[in-house]
């Protein structure tokens, strides 16, 4: 199936990370969506989110990442290539937010307001986007 999903990325102590993962796609040149997740659990560690080596071809395509914090508890991500370069096709990573622990608990973490977009700036409608949920201890 061709997705976006959230994987964890693991973490240490009081830090989460949250992956941000393509599978199967075509032509994927560039996505946009917000990242919903309890805020009563989580605090987003501004700065720290990394950009993964999919879109960039392992840093042989320029690309932009921005990050932005838009309320608590949502993160409005953009992530593309830059410049006359097909898109990405295959799986791998995107790029990955740090939180650390807020309190103990359970909730969803969500993609909202997504597109994901070919190299000739169509939408591709066949994306899943697949969220998940998140235990705090």
Same mark, same amino acid.
């Given at each position: 199936?061709?997705?976006? %999903?959230?994987?964890?990325?693991?973490?240490? /102590?009081?830090?989460?990370?949250?992956?941000?993962?393509?599978?199967?796609?075509? %032509?994927?040149?560039?996505?946009?969506?917000?990242?919903?997740?309890?805020?009563?659990?989580?605090?987003?560690?501004?700065?720290?989110?990394?950009? /993964?080596?999919?879109?960039?071809?392992?840093?042989?395509?320029?690309?932009?990442?921005?990050?932005?914090?838009?309320?608590? /508890?949502? +993160?409005?991500?953009?992530?593309?290539?830059?410049?006359?370069?097909?898109?990405?096709?295959?799986?791998?990573?995107?790029?990955?937010?740090?939180?650390?622990?807020?309190?103990?608990?359970?909730?969803?973490?969500?993609? +909202?307001?997504?597109?994901?977009? %070919?190299?000739?700036?169509?939408?591709?409608? %066949?994306?899943?986007?697949?969220?998940?949920?998140?235990?705090?201890?």
């Amino acid at each position: 199936a061709i997705s976006i %999903d959230l994987t964890s990325g693991g973490g240490s /102590g009081s830090v989460f990370i949250l992956e941000v993962d393509a599978q199967s796609v075509t %032509d994927l040149y560039g996505a946009s969506f917000v990242v919903s997740y309890p805020d009563d659990l989580l605090d987003f560690t501004r700065n720290s989110e990394e950009e /993964g080596t999919f879109l960039s071809d392992s840093g042989s395509v320029d690309t932009d990442l921005q990050v932005s914090e838009r309320t608590s /508890g949502e +993160i409005v991500v953009g992530i593309t290539r830059l410049g006359e370069e097909p898109g990405a096709s295959g799986s791998g990573n995107l790029l990955s937010l740090r939180f650390t622990r807020r309190a103990a608990g359970s909730g969803p973490i969500e993609m +909202i307001d997504q597109a994901a977009v %070919d190299s000739f700036g169509d939408v591709q409608e %066949d994306v899943t986007w697949i969220g998940g949920s998140v235990t705090v201890r």
